[in-house]
């Protein structure tokens, strides 16, 4: 197998991990596609309307998309893949619901303290205007967002090695792609009032399609 296949397997399996032990619900997968199809739209304002990307993705693309974990996926024994949930957290390579936990702290409290200071403590100019205050809060939550998936990919080199940390790097910036196409008929399911995904524990890592 040559290093691009072996790159691509475990690309292909970490998702199917991610999906076969955190995406049960179909609330969820549904509230994953609102969450991806925003964070395109963030992805292309980036390049325009920093202000507006930042915004539309912590604001509204994150926070859709952990209030799927949080509050509607299934935290119980999972009997498809035989595993508790204390064991899936444990064996997640990226952020964990813990992990997101002191994530999102962390997020607030930058937020918070923006808020007390414009320049957060210096590190921006002052401000004019509102204007020029979101400007600075797009900065600081693109900064927040950045540094967290570089610490967790830097993390996972010592912690796995560094194959490990650059495939869950390539997959947290291609989710969006990877959601819309797996969770697109997922409302549908919601409005027929199939709440959740039957999936079949595989040693395949290909992704479940219903």
């Known amino acids: 197998m040559s290093v691009l296949q072996g790159f691509y397997a475990e690309l292909q399996e970490q998702r199917w991990d991610?999906?076969?032990f955190y995406h049960h619900s179909r609330i969820n997968q549904s509230l994953h596609l609102v969450s991806a199809l925003?964070?395109?739209f963030s992805y292309v304002m980036l390049f325009t309307s920093p202000a507006v990307a930042a915004l539309v993705?912590?604001?509204?693309?994150?926070m859709t998309r952990q209030a799927g974990h949080f509050f509607f996926e299934p935290k119980g024994f999972d009997a498809a893949n035989q595993v508790t949930h204390e064991y899936k957290e444990q064996v997640k390579v990226g952020y964990n619901l813990r992990r997101k936990v002191v994530l999102l702290a962390v997020w607030a409290?930058?937020?918070?303290?923006?808020?007390?200071?414009?320049?957060?403590?210096?590190?921006?100019?002052?401000?004019?205007?509102?204007?020029?205050?979101?400007?600075?809060?797009?900065?600081t939550w693109i900064g927040l967002g950045v540094g967290a998936v570089l610490f967790r990919t830097v993390q996972l080199f010592f912690l796995r090695d560094a194959k490990t940390g650059l495939v869950w790097?390539?997959?947290?910036?291609t989710d969006p792609f990877h959601d819309v196409a797996l969770y697109y008929k997922a409302p549908l399911h919601v409005l027929r009032?199939?709440?959740?995904?039957?999936?079949?524990?595989?040693?395949?890592?290909?992704?479940?399609?219903?």
């Open 18 to 20: 991610d999906h076969r």
């Open 38 to 40: 925003s964070f395109l």
């Open 57 to 62: 993705g912590w604001l509204f693309s994150m």
């Open 109 to 139: 409290l930058l937020t918070a303290a923006l808020f007390a200071d414009a320049t957060l403590f210096g590190l921006f100019p002052v401000p004019a205007d509102a204007a020029g205050f979101l400007d600075n809060l797009a900065k």
């Open 169 to 173: 790097f390539t997959k947290i910036l």
């Open 193 to 210: 009032g199939d709440l959740y995904d039957e999936i079949v524990s595989s040693a395949t890592p290909e992704p479940h399609r219903a």
